[in-house]
């Protein structure tokens, strides 16, 4: 059964600061990856999508990467923002029906 | 807007009512599916569809919960004779049947069961 760690659970920096969120799952037969936003009693937003054949995706000031031997992702955040204060979620999908989430990151980003 | 809807929004009930919810995915895509959160977890899988077709339900889904999605379109979720452990935040997404299986989520209906 697929697990789904999210560390840290918490964090909490300045405007403009770069930060890595991180994600790990224990069964690397993984058929993509998805990054979720979610904003406090919202629906969840997909911010990027990572296939098993890539090794990373950029939107923005966004970078996701994905190393399936190793069981990890990261979600790089550029020049950060108080916009950008949310729960992030990482989220595996093995190539059958479900998605299998972590429990998430809660970013605050002060001005 | 042509993203994933969810009514109602936010729903209190008594312990022991039934309460039906409503997800409209993106008119497109064949698969719909039905999530739990509680809070400070992620989203838990209970059940999805591709097009009329229930083709898995999680254990979480005991036989209090029934879904549906009559014509392919919209779905629906009844949960009978409610209990406080159901509350929590419901959610539905849809996808393209293919590749990459890209889940887009509903803004979620609240439940609180008093």
């Known amino acids: 059964k697929q697990e789904v760690t999210q560390i840290p659970a918490a964090l909490s920096v300045p405007e403009g600061e770069n930060l890595v969120l991180n994600c790990s799952f224990t069964?690397?037969?993984?058929?993509?990856l998805q990054w979720f936003r979610q904003d406090p009693g919202k629906g969840l937003t997909s911010l990027l999508l990572i296939q098993s054949s890539q090794r990373e995706q950029t939107s923005g000031r966004l970078n996701a990467s994905l190393d399936k031997s190793s069981g990890r992702s990261t979600l790089y955040i550029a020049a950060s923002q108080p916009g950008d204060s949310a729960t992030y979620l990482c989220a595996s999908y093995s190539g059958y029906s479900t998605l299998t989430f972590g429990k998430g990151t809660m970013l605050l980003v002060s001005p | 807007d042509t993203g994933v809807s969810q009514d109602p929004r936010h729903k209190i009930t008594k312990r022991g009512q039934n309460v039906t919810f409503r997800c409209d995915p993106i008119s497109e895509h064949n698969r719909l599916y039905w999530y739990r959160q509680t809070l400070g977890q992620g989203p838990e899988f209970l059940t999805y569809?591709?097009?009329?077709?229930?083709?898995?339900k999680s254990r979480l889904l005991s036989d209090r919960f029934s879904a549906e999605r009559p014509k392919g379109s919209f779905s629906t979720l009844e949960i009978q004779r409610t209990e406080q452990g159901d509350s929590a935040m419901y959610l539905c997404a849809s996808s393209f049947p293919g590749s990459p299986y890209e889940q887009y989520f509903g803004p979620g209906t609240r439940l609180t069961v008093t």
């Open positions: 569809f591709q097009n009329e077709a229930q083709l898995e």
């Open positions: 069964d690397s037969a993984i058929y993509n």
